[in-house]
């Protein structure tokens, strides 16, 4: 396991309490490093929508956590986020949540000259996501050729 992926884990499971206590969800966490800079990002969500205070109160809750726990070597930032329209489909109960919604799938690799495709979200399993289209034919992805799977939206 890598520092980062060693990092983002620890994380989780001490972050995850925190956050069920307050009523939300810890949609995901990763550890980035932007600009030469490393963040350390909790995204959290509930149905509703999250506020800017549910941010702050997740952020100051884990930061004790972080002065006591210190378990990461590097300088970083914290930060405590929604996750946005845009957000990605990862866990499996995203992909369960998903089911019968229209998404947008980006590959690593061009598929019969494409890299973007959408379409509904049929099924999905450890290794697999299918997606029907429009003219009701269906794709089966590989997890691994997904570069990102996400809710569609059109404004």
Known sequence: MSKKE?????TEELLTPIVEENGFELVDVEY???????YLRAYIDKPGGIAVN???LVSRAFSEV??????IEDAYIFEVSSPGL????KKEKD???SVGEEVELRTYRAIDKQKEFIG???DYDKDTVTIEYEDETTQIFEKADIALIRLSFDF
């Open 6 to 10: 060693s990092y983002e884990q620890r």
């Open 32 to 38: 980035v490093k932007e600009g030469g800079t490393w």
């Open 54 to 56: 549910d941010c702050e």
């Open 66 to 71: 972080l002065d006591r726990e210190d378990y």
């Open 86 to 89: 845009g957000r990605p489909l």
């Open 95 to 97: 992909f369960a949540r």
């Open 120 to 122: 509904i979200l049929k």
